[in-house]
């Protein structure tokens, strides 16, 4: 098992910018893949980015391609959000998670889970 911390949410205006961490208790590196994921008022939990337990392989969902970017630094045992160019419907708590195995972008596929961090955009 595999505990996770996320930090840096906060209130930003739109078209600004965030930068999410997710610090592991332990070594993900050998065959961890991680995910981020956001879930709004009264939605569904879906997927944002997910990278491979080596860096070499990413998804993203559509709404956040060319403004998000996920990275990974085993050394550190953290995984980066980078959230450029925010907009209002970004507004949603962001969850980052861990997998052992191939990257996915289904929440029931993951097992480890941190607490959460708002993202708050204003228009």
């Known amino acids: 098992q595999v505990q996770l911390v996320e930090s840096g949410g906060g209130l930003v205006q739109a078209g600004g910018s965030l930068r999410l961490s997710c610090a592991a208790s332990?070594?993900?590196?050998?065959?961890?893949?991680m995910g981020w994921f956001r879930q709004a008022p009264g939605k569904e939990r879906d997927f944002v980015a997910g990278?491979?337990?080596?860096?070499?392989?990413?998804l993203y969902a559509d709404s956040v391609k060319g403004r998000f970017t996920i990275s990974r630094d085993n050394a550190k045992n953290t995984v980066y959000l980078q959230m450029n160019s925010l907009k209002p419907e970004d507004t949603a708590i962001y969850y980052c998670a861990a997998r052992s195995g191939i990257l996915t972008m289904w929440p029931s596929t993951y097992s480890d889970w941190g607490q959460g961090t708002q993202v708050t955009v204003s228009s």
């Open positions: 990278i491979s337990w080596n860096g070499y392989s990413t």
């Open positions: 332990r070594r993900t590196s050998s065959n961890y893949a």
